[in-house]
Antibody, heavy 118, light 108 residues
């Protein structure tokens, strides 16, 4: 059974940093692109970026809204995806999902919530 | 950036009714890279239709998808109460990957 479980969300002050984790199981982690997607309360989904699979050298792509502030990485030995978030702003407050990408995002985690507030 | 515009933003339907929602792209999208997701309140999104017209596992046959180029649609042939949700289209024809703003389907 494929599972994705996010963790690490919480309350952070503006300008702060946080790292989210996405623990995965049930599939060969290195075979897949993995993405982060967020959703502010009551708003639409926003793709943040992905990290490619082994065959494509684990390279990354980001949306303009987070490029330079957020970094996606992966620990292939433990099948964990990470999202390092720096210089956080109030508008980064959202539920953050990790998702496996094949033809579309076929599996999603349950999400972890980040609140950026003083 | 390829902007996806979904319409209507909110729609209301009675059980048994046929409904269609649309997704229009600002630039052409390969039909292989246009997908739809269903999200119910408080839950994670679920892949619903992939590559324009292929139903994801477990999706009822009353759902269908079609389209090409810049215009795509999701149709429910006979709406049921369990279909109440927000539906998002998403494209992967270039970076960034983008989602539409969603169509919220309410049941009367």
């Amino acid at each position: 059974e494929v599972k994705l479980v996010e963790s690490g969300g919480g309350l952070v002050q503006p300008g702060g940093s946080l790292r989210l984790s996405c623990a995965t199981s049930g599939f060969t982690f290195t075979d897949y692109y993995m993405s982060w997607v967020r959703q502010p309360p009551g708003k639409a989904l926003e793709w943040l970026g992905f990290i490619r699979n082994k065959a494509n050298g684990y390279t990354t792509e980001y949306s303009a809204s987070v490029k330079g502030r957020f970094t996606i990485s992966r620990d292939n030995s433990q099948s964990i995806l990470y999202l390092q978030m720096n210089t956080l702003r109030a508008e980064d407050s959202a539920t953050y999902y990790c998702a496996r990408e094949t033809t579309g995002f076929d599996y999603w985690g349950q999400g972890t919530t980040l609140t950026v507030s003083s | 950036e390829n902007v996806l515009t979904q319409s209507p933003a909110i729609m209301s339907a009675s059980p048994g009714e046929k409904v269609t929602m649309t997704c229009r792209a600002s630039s052409s999208v390969s039909s292989s890279y246009l997908h739809w997701y269903q999200q119910k309140s408080g839950a994670s999104p679920k892949l619903w239709i992939y590559s324009t017209s292929n139903l994801a596992s477990g999706v009822p046959a009353r759902f269908s998808g079609s389209g090409s180029g810049t215009s795509y649609s999701l149709t429910i042939s006979s709406v049921e109460a369990e279909d109440a949700a927000t539906y998002y289209c998403q494209q992967y024809s270039g970076y960034p990957l983008t989602f539409g703003a969603g169509t919220k389907l309410e049941l009367k």
